[in-house]
């Protein structure tokens, strides 16, 4: 390219044999990347589904899932109580009933909290 050099019959031959085999390397290579990024949205979205599930399941796996409601009465009453004051207000409650349904139904079932 940046020489001087020009070439006989015979290497002008192979030369353009090389420029014909590289056009066709370079349209079966737009053709592959052109198929890929049809395929890239449709990979990322599955994988993207995927990594949600994940995230799902493992909650599932969460250790104060595992404890009964009856020990979440008590730790809810015990930090609502006046002893400790972290439930001063009725808002906090409130919070308390909006983290799950089990937790709604458990501090509905604890009166000292009303």
């Known amino acids: 390219v940046r020489t001087n050099f020009v070439p006989d019959s015979q290497n002008y031959?192979?030369?353009?044999?090389?420029?014909?085999?590289?056009?066709l390397s370079i349209r079966s290579l737009e053709a592959e990347v052109s198929n890929f990024k049809l395929v890239l949205p449709l990979l990322e979205s599955r994988l993207s589904n995927i990594r949600k599930?994940?995230?799902?399941?493992?909650?599932l796996l969460a250790p104060i899932r595992r404890l009964p409601?009856?020990?979440?009465?008590?730790?809810?009453?015990?930090?609502?109580?006046?002893?400790?004051?972290?439930?001063?207000?009725?808002?906090?409650i409130w919070s308390l009933?909006?983290?799950?349904?089990?937790?709604?139904?458990i501090v509905r079932n604890i009166p000292r909290l009303w």
């Open 97 to 105: 009933q909006q983290v799950c349904t089990r937790w709604r139904m």
């Open 53 to 59: 599930f994940k995230e799902f399941q493992h909650t």
């Open 13 to 23: 031959s192979k030369i353009q044999d090389l420029v014909s085999s590289s056009e």
């Open 69 to 92: 409601n009856e020990v979440l009465a008590e730790v809810f009453a015990y930090a609502c109580s006046e002893l400790i004051n972290i439930c001063f207000d009725r808002d906090t």
